[in-house]
């Protein structure tokens, strides 16, 4: 069984200057979206082109994004918002520079006195009793707000998270996780790894099967732990829907190239794409349309 996701859904990456293999390159696309309507641009071909999915971190610009979204119909009802939390680069950034009083007081920005009044309640509760799993559901829901009135189909946890509970084998971390998403938010639970073997028979060992993994696949091997031939196989199986992410390596793959690859494997039937420009998105649209009609 598949679940019903979009085929085809827009990454964030390029808004936020994020580029695995160059930072100069990410940079320059950073640059070059500063500038929210061109970000707006970007949202509207996607459109123009079929695509109705989209992708975002809680990057610390999101409410600026998720804002423009809001205030015009036609991207609001329009998209299905994929939301990857945390954005752990954030919280690093934001204690080493506010410190953790700091970095709290900015969390609960944008929450009304009362919201915040409950979080910090609920989350002294919590410390006290030293559930971290409440403690954790408490950070979900800050991570959270910048989307409020939007239509949340997905939340992943983001791959460092995810791939850290693999490595102590914190099953009850996913399970908590996976049952809130679904009671607090009624949205589909989602999962980020670098490590899609090990984390898929992980999500069956703690009695979650069919769920949504987002993960790297592409014909280098690039970020595909522990190796493109056992990522490949385990895909085979069908465990669970697999959205799949640097398909063409950070642009060291072409399109055409990397789609071909991505596609014979069977099983996928969903990507992550980002589109820098309006000649990149012609030819990722083109191409697209030709795997996933």
Known sequence: MTIDIDSIILGDNQFFGVNHMSHERGNVTQEHFKNIEEIKKVLFYAIDNGVSGIMFSTHPAIYQITDMIRADHALRDHFNI????????????????????GTIQKMLEGKSYLD?????????????????LQIANRLIDVELNPFYDLKVKSIFLHNALTDLALGYKMENVITSYDSYIKKQYGAIPAYGTLNYPRF???????GIS??????AVNKKGFLMNPG?????????????????MATLASGSISPEEAYDYVFSLGHIKHVVVGLSSKHHADETFRILRRYLR
């Open 210 to 215: 069919q769920s949504l993994v987002m993960t």
């Open 116 to 132: 915040k009044a409950g979080y910090v309640l609920k989350s002294l509760m919590n410390v006290g009793t030293k559930n971290y």
């Open 82 to 101: 994929y939301v990857n939390v945390p954005y752990v680069t954030k919280y690093i950034s934001m204690i080493n520079t506010m410190g953790l009083f």
């Open 200 to 206: 898929s028979q992980f999500l069956n060992d703690a």
């Open 228 to 244: 493109r031939e056992a990522v490949e196989a385990e895909i085979k199986k069908g465990s669970h829907t697999v959205l799949a």
